[in-house]
């Protein structure tokens, strides 16, 4: 019976008319759709986009009823608890927002997930934390950069970086290798110094 349904009235047609009202500008029918298409069989990535279509319109509740549905299924991660994290802002629970959020930053770090925390901690008078967080976001910000092969941005990020954590050994490689690849060739050596001083075994500094 439940095959029988996945066919007439099932995933393939419930998801094309989820995207057909969200289109539109039906997002709260296109979250009933996928609703409906979840009660039928779970899929990820339609999860996501309830979720996401949840949040638009205000319903907290049932964007964590999914999450937690989802870490349920496939257990904690970062897009999971960030999520969840970002939930507890809007019912105006900063302290179990920045929980999760470090939950989700001790897994995966990432710039936002510094940069909620950074504001947390700044919000509550911890500017030592928020600092510490401010030079973390600006690390990420620089590995995307990098790895984006922005290297006068990456240049800039992990420049502020060494400003703010001076004893950051991944941030002075990273910023020797960035400039390296500028065409830097002294400055990229300082860098690499400042690297090898603080990380003696660091063997990508040599």
Known sequence: ?????????????????????????????????LTAAQRLEFDLMSARQLVRLDFRLGRID?????????????????????????????????????????????????ARLHQLLAEHCRQAGRSQDAARHTAAMTYCQGLDSYHGNQLTAAVEHFTRTVELDPDCADAWLWLGLARQESGEPEAARTAFLRCLQLQPHQGRAI
């Open 1 to 33: 019976y439940i095959g029988l349904l996945r066919v007439q009235h099932g995933l393939p047609q419930q998801r094309a008319r989820a995207a057909e009202l969200e289109k539109a500008g039906e997002f709260a029918l296109a979250a009933d759709a």
């Open 62 to 110: 049932e964007a964590t009823a999914v999450l937690q549905d989802m870490i349920g299924r496939f257990g904690e991660s970062p897009e999971f608890l960030e999520q969840l994290g970002d939930a507890e802002v809007l019912r105006q629970r900063a302290d179990e927002a920045a929980a999760l959020w470090q939950q989700a930053v001790d897994l995966r770090p990432s």
